[in-house]
């Protein structure tokens, strides 16, 4: 966990609204978990903005810049635009200079080798799930389900299959992939694959569901929280959510930028988790 | 950082950054502000904690405290607002937990605490009195967010004097009080607590504000207002560390949308002693550091070789 003062290497809108930035991570490359996050600093000149937290897409090398040298670790992450911190991020280029703060968090856990896993992500929920199946498909099979409302939120399927994970998509309009929820894929898959687990990643109404449908089979789901976060680092307190067995005598707050963002969802007080949270659904700032 | 070594070189010594506050000894005069440094662990890997002038602890009280429903936070034109609700791990739990970390750092702890009533700042203070390793205590009678454990007395000046004679009476260690701008007349509250046996005054809290999600239509924090923070605020804390210095003998603390050591400066020249650094280090992990290097810069290139010849020296 370290600052870094960095730069950007590339910055292109994926899909409509939807931006892949990659940047220079010197350590951040090999020392990131599945799941970790990252604070950016989208304003360097101003001391005024507040970070952001991005989860982490991926991580990478480039190709050193003459032979001898080592190669380059990069990491990068996708955002959507939805206020004005992302507004200036996507008219970042190629050489800027910009500042990350990171890994941050815990991360996924694996589970078993061997079990069958099911990821579940909805529109930019799917960032953390990316690293995740890059380390699942090594010892075992990996299906994504992935919803969106219209096509333009199915983000980066090929990158999946790429790497040899199933992937089902739908959107509410049927635009892409099945018309419908992804929360129906997944009951479909469960009654087919009732011992796997599962890892979700999404708007909170999203969460919400598969919460029900994991907790109502007994499988087991890690779920990954998107909060509104001042330090990322424990030190503010904005960020928490009730953890289960919660109450005002004994009051059980979890941060989501240390003890998460990746929780198991027993760990939660899920009765009211959605009517409190202050879920930014890609940051609204 | 360099460059001021070698300018300091050649001048023979570096500027004396090292201020006093109500007989704690700092190295400079930059600590954290309380409540955006977590209980100083967390801020470990991204500076040396030893370089700082104190270490400003989490708000405490006599027991855990929950905070406020979340959303907490809310991100305004050059700040932010918060309503945490003063969500710590209390008091006895800081002692065992916190302070044994904070113990090994050669940075003295100021421990910034409240109560939700009277007896529960006594008790506090009673508490702390005995830990050898708390160096001073500031005392909250000014968080805007929860209705007890602060604004309640600070915003009266007879209330404020009554916790600060009351804690005076439990506490031997250095106390600061800090302060709410959230008043018609800041320096009548400065003198009372001033009288009242207070060493130091830090100011200021944040002030009362409010946002609203014109979508939803609702307020951005759950707690509907929350305390407004960052360089926002900066003219109006100035303005207010320049009246309450005039207005007492003791020694302030100026605290206020502090994010470069050209902001320090401002708070050191109207006279405060120190300075707290807030929001910022939410922004720049490493704030402070950056602050502490610029303040000796700008002393070594304005040709000033202790920090009191600016401290004060506001010319009108």
Redesign the interface.
């Known amino acids: ?3 870094y003062k960095t730069m950007v290497l590339s910055n292109q809108e994926i899909s409509p609204g939807y931006y892949r930035m990659r940047i220079l991570a010197p350590d951040i490359g090999t020392t990131a978990r599945p799941g970790q996050f990252i604070m950016f ?1 989208v304003q360097m000149s ?6 952001r937290p991005f989860g982490i897409f991926r991580t990478g090398f480039l190709a050193p810049d003459c032979v001898g040298l080592p190669p380059r670790e990069y990491l990068e992450i996708l955002y959507k635009v939805v206020g004005q ?1 992302t507004g200036i991020m996507s008219e970042l280029h190629a050489g800027d200079r910009v ?1 990350v ?1 990171g890994p941050l968090g815990k991360g996924f856990d694996p589970g078993n080798p061997g079990e069958e896993k099911i990821l579940v992500g909805g529109g930019i929920g799917l960032v953390p799930l990316f690293m995740l199946a890059s380390e699942l498909v090594k010892t075992g099979s990996v299906r994504l389900l992935m919803g969106g409302r219209t096509r333009d939120d199915i983000l980066a399927v090929t990158e999946f299959e790429r790497l040899g994970v199933e992937t089902y998509v739908s959107t509410d309009d049927g635009s892409l992939g099945e018309e419908g929820l992804v929360t129906q894929v997944l009951v479909r898959k469960l009654d087919k694959y009732p011992h796997a687990s599962v890892y979700a990643c999404g708007p909170m109404p999203m969460l919400e569901a598969v919460q029900l449908i994991c907790a109502a089979r007994n499988v087991p789901l890690q779920i990954s929280l998107e ?5 990322g ?9 009730k953890g289960a067995g919660h109450s ?1 005598q004994n ?1 059980r ?1 979890l941060c989501s930028c240390k003890e998460g963002p990746v929780f198991r969802s027993e760990q939660l007080d899920w009765s009211r988790l959605g009517e ?3 879920y930014c659904e890609g940051c ?2 | 950082m360099t460059n001021c070594q070698q300018a300091s070189d050649t001048r023979g010594l570096r500027p004396n950054l090292a201020v006093e506050i109500a007989g704690i000894k700092l190295k400079n005069p930059v600590m954290p502000a309380s409540g955006t440094f977590g209980y100083g662990e967390e801020y470990a890997p991204f500076l040396d904690l030893n370089n700082l002038g104190a270490i400003v602890t989490k708000g405490l009280s006599l027991r855990p405290k929950a905070g406020n429903p979340t959303p907490r936070i809310a991100e305004t034109t050059s700040g932010m607002l918060n309503a945490i609700g003063l969500q710590n791990v209390g008091v006895d739990d800081f002692i065992k937990y916190k302070l044994p970390f904070l113990r090994e750092i050669n940075t003295p702890t100021i421990v910034n605490f409240f109560g939700n009533t009277l007896e529960e700042y006594g008790e506090v203070a009673r508490r702390l009195s005995d830990i050898p390793e708390v160096a001073g205590v500031e005392l909250n009678i000014s968080c805007p967010n929860v209705k007890q454990g602060g604004i309640v007395f600070g915003t009266d000046p007879k209330a404020a004097a009554e916790v600060v004679t009351l804690v005076r009476r439990n506490l031997d260690k250095p106390l600061i009080v800090k302060l709410t701008p959230n008043v018609t007349d800041i320096t009548v509250v400065a003198r009372a607590v001033a009288e009242a046996g207070a060493d130091a005054i830090s100011c200021i809290n944040t002030l009362t504000g409010m946002a609203v999600d014109v979508r939803t239509r609702r307020p951005r924090l759950a707690n509907r207002t929350g305390g407004l923070s960052g360089p926002a605020i900066r003219p109006i804390a100035v303005r207010l560390v320049h009246q309450v210095v005039q207005a007492v003998q003791i020694p302030v603390i100026g605290i206020g949308g502090i994010a470069r050591a050209e902001d320090a400066l401002e708070f050191l020249i109207v006279g405060a002693t120190a300075v707290q650094v807030g929001t910022a280090n939410f922004v720049d992990p490493s704030a402070m550091q950056t602050i502490i290097d610029d303040l000796e810069q700008f002393c070594v290139k304005e040709g000033i070789g202790d920090i009191h010849e600016l401290i004060g020296s506001l010319k009108l």
Do not use: H
Request: aromatic letters at 2%.
């Open positions: 966990m370290k600052n600093r101003m001391p005024s903005m507040l970070r911190g500042e703060l909060a509104l976060m001042a330090c680092v424990g030190a503010c307190l904005g960020c928490v959510v005002e009051p707050y409190e949270a202050g609204k700032i």
